[in-house]
């Protein structure tokens, strides 16, 4: 087991970091999701490291990657908003970006290599120490809090800590099981709240335009009803 969560943890790094010097030329929303998405599992791996013991300290180990997921996150931004206006105006629109945040993101880029490679060298022999039980107590955990969140019901303004428990959930579960066994409800259910997560936020934009685009804030609201309810039937299904 401790080899399995070594070897998880160093495909994470060494992706993480191939991205990042792919990254002058492949300039793309896809990238900045792809080094998003590796972050967010070295985080899953941070948090099981704190609850293996307590005296480390999974936030500041995440503080370096913070900066680098918020980075990507304020250059990726535009690109989602615009995809879903697009989706429902039925055009596509040339997407501005921000050329200060890339050039911002370019200035930075060697010190998050620096960054990456430091952690890297110290979170692995941590790694290394986390028993099979261990693992399996905290996903044991993990699912215990998620139901109490989901089931029988849950609260709108849970669903973004939802969501974070869920991928969690399914990150750790991907280091000794393979995808197609995983339950699908975690995909799924991820996938949808974060459907419902990014109409909340083209909408919160919409209606500061001026004028605000009422008549796709209402399509937005109801597509946004038509989530919630999918995943209450979802939530329903898995628990039954």
């Known amino acids: 087991?401790?080899?399995?969560?070594?070897?998880?943890?160093?495909?994470?790094?060494?992706?993480?970091?191939?991205?990042?010097?792919?990254?002058?030329?492949?300039?793309?929303?896809?990238?900045?999701?792809?080094?998003?998405?590796?972050?967010?599992?070295?985080k899953a791996v941070f948090r099981?490291?704190?609850?293996?013991k307590k005296s480390f300290r999974d936030h500041k180990a995440y503080q370096p990657f913070r900066t680098l997921f918020r980075a990507c996150g304020k250059i990726r931004?535009?690109?989602?908003?615009?995809?879903?206006?697009?989706?429902?105006?039925?055009?596509?629109?040339?997407i501005v970006v921000d050329l200060n945040l890339i050039s911002n993101f370019n200035n930075h880029l060697s010190t998050y290599i620096r960054t990456i490679k430091r952690s890297?060298?110290?979170i692995?022999?941590?790694?290394?120490?986390?028993?099979?039980?261990?693992?399996?107590d905290f996903l044991k955990k993990?699912?215990?809090?998620?139901?109490n969140l989901l089931h029988p019901t849950f609260l709108q303004r849970d669903l973004h800590k939802i969501?974070?428990?869920?991928?969690?959930?399914?990150?750790?579960?991907?280091?000794?099981?393979?995808?197609?066994?995983?339950?699908s409800f975690f995909v799924t259910s991820s996938d949808l709240i974060g459907t419902w997560?990014?109409?909340?936020?083209?909408?919160?934009k919409l209606r500061k335009s001026v004028p605000p685009e009422t008549e796709l804030i209402q399509k937005l609201n109801t597509e946004s009803r038509l989530d919630i309810s999918a995943l209450k039937k979802l939530v329903q299904k898995f628990y039954e």
């Open 120 to 122: 890297e060298t110290n």
């Open 48 to 52: 099981l490291l704190h609850y293996n």
């Open 163 to 183: 969501r974070k428990l869920i991928k969690e959930i399914y990150y750790l579960t991907s280091i000794r099981s393979k995808r197609k066994d995983i339950n």
């Open 77 to 94: 931004e535009p690109y989602v908003i615009q995809r879903q206006i697009d989706k429902f105006k039925g055009i596509n629109t040339p």
């Open 197 to 204: 997560h990014d109409k909340r936020i083209v909408i919160h």
């Open 124 to 136: 692995l022999p941590k790694a290394e120490n986390i028993k099979s039980s261990t693992y399996k």
């Open 1 to 42: 087991m401790k080899g399995i969560i070594t070897s998880y943890t160093k495909r994470r790094f060494k992706k993480l970091k191939r991205l990042l010097h792919s990254y002058p030329s492949l300039e793309s929303p896809e990238v900045f999701h792809q080094i998003r998405l590796e972050i967010k599992k070295i």
């Open 142 to 147: 993990n699912k215990m809090k998620l139901e």
